[in-house]
């Protein structure tokens, strides 16, 4: 009996498995390119699909199972991958059929709206890019360092607080720790939804890159507007653009769906924003 719920299980993930294949464009392309070709170098599937680096290891994991490498560093179908691209070569016309059956705006939100409030596209360009990772957490703390020495805004995790008089030494600390936080909340978070502990220079550098909207707010906030209510108004603006990065971030680098990526960073926000309300009472 345990035996067959586990078996139960297991069916269920692997549905779950070719599911997020067949709805995953560049997924699909790369089963296709390796039914079609037999094997292909990394070089040659990044031409063919005309992807980033990173956003091509970002499937190629996705496809973990289905594409295996050979020892001479070429990609190729398993047999169950050989299996899923005779069945997208048969149902071709039914997938595209099944695809297009969903409800009119929920179609036009996976077209065109999720891909922009949570670009996963643009985070998956950092994955596995230790450099690029390390200069997006170079630049993204620079600006805030540049916000922090150039306006009176100092940052409190996800909140950034006004006219406060501290020193420059503690608004560093404070914009370092803010960092330092954000990363721990959401590798705790991301742990407790499912998602194995690991904590990869390219996700800290898919985070840094999320938060750089709030480290240049004061920056373009101040220059421009005048009005404390305004200002205020247009920061969460800027806030909402981080949490749809975070989200993107959390669901590419911790495999954990967006329903759950959401999850996490609705607790980040919420501590966020308790301990800034709490702060602004002392």
């Given amino acids: 009996m345990v035996g ?161 008089a501290f020193n420059f030494t503690m608004r560093i600390l404070l914009l370092l720790g803010s960092l330092a936080g954000i990363v721990a909340i959401i590798e705790v978070t991301s742990h407790v939804l499912g998602a194995p502990l690991n904590l990869g220079i390219d996700f800290i550098g898919g985070i840094a890159l999320s938060l750089v909207p709030i480290f240049v707010s004061p920056l373009i906030l101040n220059a421009l507007i005048s009005d404390a209510f305004l200002q205020s108004l247009l920061f969460r603006v800027f806030q909402i653009i981080t949490l749809g990065l975070l989200t993107a971030t959390i669901s590419v680098f911790k495999k954990i769906p967006l329903e759950k990526s959401f999850i996490a960073v609705f607790v980040l926000y919420y501590v966020s924003y308790t301990i800034y309300i709490l702060f602004m009472r002392i």
């Fill in 4 to 164: 067959d719920v586990r078996n139960e299980s297991d069916s269920s993930i692997e549905l779950e498995h070719i599911y997020s294949i067949l709805g995953n464009i560049h997924k699909r392309k790369i089963i296709i390119f390796l039914g079609e070709h037999g094997r292909a170098s990394f070089s040659e599937l990044k031409k063919a699909l005309k992807i980033s680096v990173g956003n091509l290891y970002y499937n190629l994991d996705g496809l973990a199972g289905f594409v295996a490498k050979s020892e001479d560093r070429k990609y190729y179908l398993t047999e169950k991958g050989k299996a899923l691209y005779k069945f997208l070569l048969d149902q071709e016309t039914r997938i595209k059929s099944y695809l297009s059956e969903t409800n009119v705006v929920k179609r036009y939100l996976d077209k065109f709206v999720f891909p922009v409030i949570v670009p996963r596209d643009i985070i998956s360009f950092f994955y596995k890019q230790r450099e690029i990772s390390i200069v997006a957490v170079i630049v993204s703390l620079l600006l805030g360092v540049i916000s922090t020495v150039y306006t009176p805004n100092c940052f409190l995790l996800l909140e950034v607080l006004d006219q406060v």
